[in-house]
């Protein structure tokens, strides 16, 4: 099966600089890569995803980026802001019936004002 | 739209008590899931559902039982709870498939003592 891992398990930086959390996954197979932010105490939330077709996606700060040759891909928030403190996951999902995805075992980013 | 409900918030059980969690959804989405999180290890699929009538086992299935009662509400039951299954648990949805956006309910707290 698909097995994800996600680096670095926690992240410090200081707020206005840039944060980059890392994917990979092993089923080439794979096509669909969304990333979710947890805030304490609640359910994790999508912030960003990307499909295979596409090497990189942007929404405001938030960026992500795949390379499918490699299969890893990657979180990028610049300018971060003390909100941005939270736990971060990665998955990666197979487009079939059996409509299964697998997470990373997430990045607690703290952002220091 | 409430999105996704999950009672009860928290729990406390004694090894070997039974008992079900509930999750709602009114988005019409066809697929929901049920997901554990324990510390350090992100999201572990325990069971899902990809249409009404329809149940799968995910990653961690043993001593769980589910139920798609509907196509809004997803039941997990613990029929004998034992300690490691001390956890958070989430449900969430999807319209259709695991590479669709899944939508997360807020948690509930296990504690099986």
């Known amino acids: 099966g698909e097995n994800v891992e996600q680096h670095p398990s926690t992240l410090s930086v200081q707020e206005g600089d840039s944060a980059v959390i890392k994917c990979t996954y092993s089923?080439?197979?794979?096509?669909?890569f969304p990333w979710y932010k947890q805030e304490l105490g609640k359910g994790p939330q999508l912030i960003i995803d990307?499909?295979?077709?596409?090497g990189e996606k942007k929404d405001q700060r938030i960026a992500v980026t795949l390379n499918k040759t490699a299969k890893h891909f990657s979180l990028h928030i610049t300018e971060t802001q003390p909100e941005d403190s939270a736990v971060y996951f990665c998955?990666?999902?197979?487009?079939?019936?059996?409509?299964?995805?697998?997470f990373g075992d997430g990045t607690t980013l703290t952002v220091k004002p | 739209n409430a999105g996704v409900t999950q009672t009860p918030k928290f729990q406390v059980l004694k090894t070997g008590q039974s008992m079900t969690l509930q999750c709602a959804q009114d988005?019409?989405?066809?697929?929901m899931y049920w997901y554990r999180q324990d510390p350090g290890m992100g999201l572990r699929l325990i069971y899902y559902?990809?249409?009404?009538?329809?149940?799968d086992k995910g990653e961690v299935p043993n001593g769980y039982n589910v139920s798609r009662l509907n196509k809004r509400e997803f039941s997990l039951r613990l029929e004998s709870a034992a300690p490691s299954q001390t956890s958070v648990y989430f449900c969430?949805?999807?319209?259709?498939?695991?590479?669709?956006?899944?939508?997360f309910g807020p948690g509930t707290r296990l504690t099986v003592l």
């Open positions: 969430a949805s999807s319209v259709m498939t695991s590479t669709d956006t899944q939508y």
């Open positions: 089923d080439s197979a794979s096509n669909y």
């Open positions: 990307i499909r295979s077709n596409v």
């Open positions: 998955a990666a999902s197979l487009n079939t019936n059996a409509g299964k995805s697998t």
């Open positions: 988005m019409n989405h066809n697929s």
């Open positions: 559902s990809a249409s009404e009538g329809t149940t």
